[in-house]
């Protein structure tokens, strides 16, 4: 018998972890021992909140990143073919949304092991829900492209597709670069095309605003080195 892969989502702010994930989940997630994790150590701080069965010390913990080869995966699953439930732990949020686990996730199908997703937050879920926009069509393409000529020719690109097929589009970007992101899109995008902009998201200093983009030209916010999530709908 192989144990089960379960997927488990990290906080997404630093407000308290009961705010972020249900006690149901924390109590498994306490329960298991092995673990393939982004960063070692963030992994630890937030395992530590949990009070889990085994010490800090005493959890097997192996690695999954970007760097991480597909070669590597078939390795990463040797604990379960051996009966241990091991749980995939992204840096935040969901683990292979917008996240490098989602080919560790398919080999363990191919491999007949069980996959488990446990609830907790999703920065794109949750900044769609609140928008107001679309809920029904959206995509999500993570980071826009950094060069500004190319980044404005792919928000005028997201822009005709959104209005094309009725159709959310939702993106983020580096912290530090959010202000740039924010001022090229009241540039670029039409006047009655809506925005929203969600900050620092599940945190007390959660912000939710959803304008046309001639709304925001009149006063934009401080975005700088605060996360976010944007999302367009022309």
Known sequence: MTGKLYLVPAPISHADIAWALPASVQQCVAE????????????RQFLKQLNCTCSLQELNIQILNEHTQAK?????????????????????????????????VRLAHKNNISVVPLVG?????????????????????????????????????LERI????KQTQIFIETPY???????????????NTDLCVATDLTSSRERIATKSIKEWRCALP?????????????
Not at 128 to 140: D, I, K
């Open 32 to 43: 298991i021992s092995h673990f393939i994790v982004e960063h070692p150590k963030t992994a």
């Open 72 to 104: 590597d995966f078939l390795a990463l699953l040797d604990p379960l073919f051996a009966g241990h439930d091991v749980g995939l732990l992204s840096e935040a949020g969901c683990p292979a949304v917008a996240d490098p686990g989602a080919g560790l």
């Open 121 to 157: 937050p999703s920065s794109i879920l949750l900044a769609l829900m609140a928008s107001g926009l679309n809920g029904q069509r959206f995509a999500f393409h993570g980071y826009l492209p950094i060069e500004s000529a190319a980044r404005t020719s792919k928000i005028a690109e």
């Open 162 to 165: 959104s209005i094309h097929l």
């Open 177 to 191: 670069r959010n202000q740039k992101l924010l001022e090229q899109l009241v540039k670029v995008c039409n006047d």
């Open 222 to 234: 401080d975005v700088n080195k605060i996360p976010a999530i944007f999302l367009l709908q022309g």
